[in-house]
């Protein structure tokens, strides 16, 4: 049974040559990932920023934002 260009194993590794697709791109998968994930967390806080404005603007003050949130907890009831 081969096992791709690989007839014999017995050989010097470096020779062989790749072992696994796509050598040599962790470093440009490891950068988009990075900027994906830093990417995500800006978006993620202008998000819950805008969220938290529109609540803000519907219950007011923070005052009144507590009053609301500490009649809606169960375990102050």
């Given at each position: 049974m081969a096992t791709g260009n690989v007839e014999n194993w017995t050989g010097n590794i470096a020779d062989i040559g790749a072992l696994y697709?796509?050598?040599?791109?962790?470093?440009?998968?490891?950068?988009?990932?990075?900027?994906?994930w830093i990417g995500w967390?800006?978006?993620?806080l202008r998000r819950e920023s805008a969220e938290l404005d529109e609540e803000v603007k519907k219950f007011g003050n923070s005052d009144a934002m507590r009053k609301v949130l500490d009649s809606t907890d169960p375990d102050k009831r």
């Open positions: 697709p796509f050598v040599g791109i962790e470093t440009p998968l490891v950068i988009a990932g990075v900027v994906f967390h800006v978006v993620q």
